[in-house]
């Protein structure tokens, strides 16, 4: 379970395919900041269709576009990393 290095490999901590623990750990911040959000706006009287459906997307769009961008940067810094690292 320990590489090289003497530090638990990531597959040890939280699984093989990522785990529970990884799921949880990115989910749960989203979802409590949906629900604070949500919350405040119920107490406001708010319609809840509009922002649940502005939630679902911006909540849902948000993550992968950042996917992509950290892909794209990581592309861009790869070589530059290999040279670098030796």
């Known amino acids: 379970m320990?590489?090289?290095?003497?530090?638990?490999?990531?597959?040890?901590?939280?699984?093989e395919n990522g785990g529970v623990l990884a799921r949880s750990a990115f989910v749960l911040p989203l979802g409590l900041?949906?629900?604070?959000i949500a919350i405040a706006l119920g107490i406001q009287g708010h319609s809840p269709l509009r922002p649940a459906l502005l939630f679902v997307v911006f909540e849902t769009t948000m993550p992968l576009?950042?996917?992509?961008?950290?892909?794209?940067?990581g592309l861009w810094f790869e070589t530059p990393a290999a040279y670098l690292g030796g």
């Open 65 to 73: 576009i950042g996917i992509v961008i950290g892909r794209v940067v």
């Open 2 to 15: 320990r590489s090289e290095y003497g530090l638990l490999e990531p597959a040890a901590v939280f699984g």
């Open 33 to 36: 900041d949906t629900l604070a």
